[in-house]
Nanobody, 115 residues
Framework: VQLVESGGGLVQPGGSLRLSCVAS????????MSWYRRTPGEERELVAG????????YYSEFVKGRFTISRDNYKNTVTLQMNSLEPEDTAMYHC?????????WGQGTQVTVSS
């Protein structure tokens, strides 16, 4: 099982980034996919999630209206489009896959929002 994130980097406030997570080793379409983020010394927090069929996206209040989660079950990929980024969005972003008893995590991609 692998979840490989990419797309992080340094961006100025107000800018955009597009994170991708490519999955392998499991039946991707069965799994609820989420993006979490963590900053040093803080608890990990859920950013957004999407069901296996790509319906009912969930967004935390602090990203609603700015971020969009989507998935492509043919490419085994989940994407997080992040717009209007703020310094408070700086964190390590992790991809997560859940289904029944399975709970898989990627290594993360760093997002830094700074001028």
């Amino acid at each position: 099982v692998q979840l490989v994130e990419s797309g992080g980097g340094l961006v100025q406030p107000g800018g955009s980034l597009r994170l991708s997570c490519v999955a392998s080793g499991f039946t991707f379409s069965n799994y609820y996919m989420s993006w979490y983020r963590r900053t040093p010394g803080e608890e990990r927090e859920l950013v957004a999630g999407i069901s296996g069929a790509g319906s009912f996206p969930y967004y935390s209040e602090f990203v609603k209206g700015r971020f969009t989660i989507s998935r492509d079950n043919y490419k085994n990929t989940v994407t997080l489009q992040m717009n209007s980024l703020e310094p408070e969005d700086t964190a390590m972003y992790h991809c997560n896959a859940k289904w029944r008893g399975d709970d898989f995590w990627g290594q993360g991609t760093q997002v830094t929002v700074s001028s």
